[in-house]
């Protein structure tokens, strides 16, 4: 079978998306006329016109300012459930997503709104089509560790319902040692540990996020290869990285999508993964990233099945039922 066919229909999983990354210009724009929001754009054209970055502060600078239309509980349905219905589209059957509290609660949108949006449209996923998914929260990282901690606390009631807690937005001048005690108490209550590391950020971030926090996956995690002692440390550990092409591609972490090392990383034997991060701002969602790694790197169909077996491979589902997949 050509290797298109078999990206649209073997099952996936995926491991980095952040839901607020995932909101289509058309809902934008829906919700903004609902809600009475100016945007700073005439149309849903104009809304797509604007996603071009020069950097990762360039995007996340338009991301906050979009996620200003989500505003009551029925959004956060619709934002979840638009997602949701893309992995049936492009058959990812598990799917681990992360929230960001922050950008709605200093907006005075509390986690009784966003939670319960979420919920109502994973539990009818479950329902229709028996869609597998996980919750992450992330922290973000220009804000002030104490503010993490009062983020952990107000979740209280919904640790059941998250598996991990990450670590996102702007990386460098924020290392993951400014939120060492934060994420020992993760750790405390039995939550996975993430975090985006080593995105623009160098190797000794990516080293702080293992010996500092402690984490399960490192979130991109491109930059690993400045450091060859890292590198041989990930092989050695089998420590995932949730990689993002076209996202490195669009926030200009990799000048060209040939120029991008995952395969290389890949047949040194450390477990990679393919992921969207944020899709509608990155111009694809998650099969599109598989396509463009076989157009411009030649991925080969022994890759893909690797890249998609790494993808429950390193997914914090039991252990029973990643052997279901693998
Ligand atoms: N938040 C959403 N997307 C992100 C990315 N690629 N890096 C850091 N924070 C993010
Ligand atoms: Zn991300």
């Not at 009784?112 to 992330?138: D, H, N």
């Not at 002030?144 to 640790?159: K, W």
């Not at 460098?172 to 005690?181: I, S």
């Not at 790694?293 to 029973?320: R, V």
């Amino acid at each position: 079978m050509a290797i298109e066919k078999l990206i649209q229909s073997l099952p996936k999983a995926e491991l980095h998306l952040h839901i607020e990354g995932s909101l289509e210009p058309a809902l934008m724009w829906q919700l903004a006329n609902k809600h009475q929001v100016v945007l700073p754009y005439q149309s849903v054209a104009e809304i797509e016109a604007a996603y071009q970055f020069e950097d990762l502060q360039s995007f996340l600078d338009l991301y906050y300012a979009g996620a200003d239309v989500l505003r009551d509980e029925d959004d956060f349905f619709q934002l979840m459930w638009s997602y949701l219905n893309k992995c049936r589209q492009e058959n990812i059957v598990h799917a681990e997503i992360m929230f960001d509290p922050q950008t709605h609660t200093e907006r005075g949108i509390g986690f009784e709104v966003f939670m319960a949006g979420f919920e109502r449209a994973i539990a009818q996923a479950r329902q229709q089509w028996g869609m597998s998914t996980l919750l992450i929260m992330s922290f973000l990282r220009h804000l002030p560790e104490a503010d993490a901690f009062s983020t952990l606390e107000e979740a209280r009631p919904y640790y059941d319902q998250i598996a991990a807690i990450g670590l996102d937005s702007s990386e460098l001048g924020h290392p993951p040692e400014k939120f060492e005690r934060v994420f020992a108490r993760v750790r405390e209550l039995g939550l996975k540990v993430v975090a985006h590391a080593g995105e623009e950020g160098p190797a000794d971030y990516i080293w702080q996020a293992i010996k500092l926090l402690e984490v399960d996956r490192i979130d991109h995690g491109v930059n690993c290869q400045q450091d060859q002692k890292l590198v041989e440390y990930l092989i050695q550990q089998q420590l995932p990285l949730t990689v993002c092409p076209l996202s490195n591609l669009k926030l200009k972490v990799i000048e060209k999508m040939d120029h991008h090392n995952i395969l290389q990383l890949l047949e040194a034997g450390m477990l990679v993964t393919v992921n969207s991060d944020d899709p509608t701002y990155f111009g694809g969602y998650l099969n599109e990233n598989y396509r463009q790694l076989h157009a411009a790197l030649g991925m080969n169909t022994a890759q893909l099945k690797q890249l998609l077996i790494n993808s429950f491979k390193a997914s914090f589902l039991p252990e029973s039922q990643k052997q279901h997949w693998i």
